[in-house]
């Protein structure tokens, strides 16, 4: 079982920066294939960025936003920068042992663990 816990959100104006982190409490945690996922008011929740167990990284969008892990401290975390009003929604963090390298890391069925979420909301 893993308990994933964020923090970090808040409000800001377009232009500025976040850092989001989630701490996962269980076991095994370099084992973790993890991701966030994102769900604006009234959209369906979709993949932001993820990190498998093994290191390979995807984003679903570039160049502004950077995800990274820290194995020692259990703790998954979501540099952001140059934030637009369109980043505002819930962010949640997601992790599994087990996404098979031929399933998209943006798949919400491969998670079986999930946070309860953190706002993010960017002002213009």
């Known amino acids: 079982q893993v308990q994933l816990v964020e923090s970090g959100g808040g409000s800001v104006q377009a232009g500025g920066s976040l850092r989001l982190s989630c701490a996962a409490f269980g076991y095994r945690y370099s084992s973790l294939s993890m991701a966030w996922f994102r769900q604006a008011l009234g959209k369906e929740r979709e993949g932001v960025a993820s990190i498998r167990s093994n290191g390979d990284i995807r984003y679903a969008d570039s160049g502004r936003f950077t995800i990274s892990r820290d194995n020692a401290k259990n703790t998954l975390y979501l540099q952001m920068d140059r934030l637009k009003p369109e980043d505002t929604a819930m962010y949640y963090c997601?992790?599994?042992?087990?996404?098979?390298?031929?399933?998209?890391?943006?798949?919400?069925?491969?998670?079986?663990?999930w946070g309860q979420g953190t706002q993010v909301t960017v002002s213009s």
């Open positions: 997601a992790a599994d042992y087990r996404v098979p390298l031929w399933v998209s890391a943006f798949t919400e069925g491969a998670y079986d663990y």
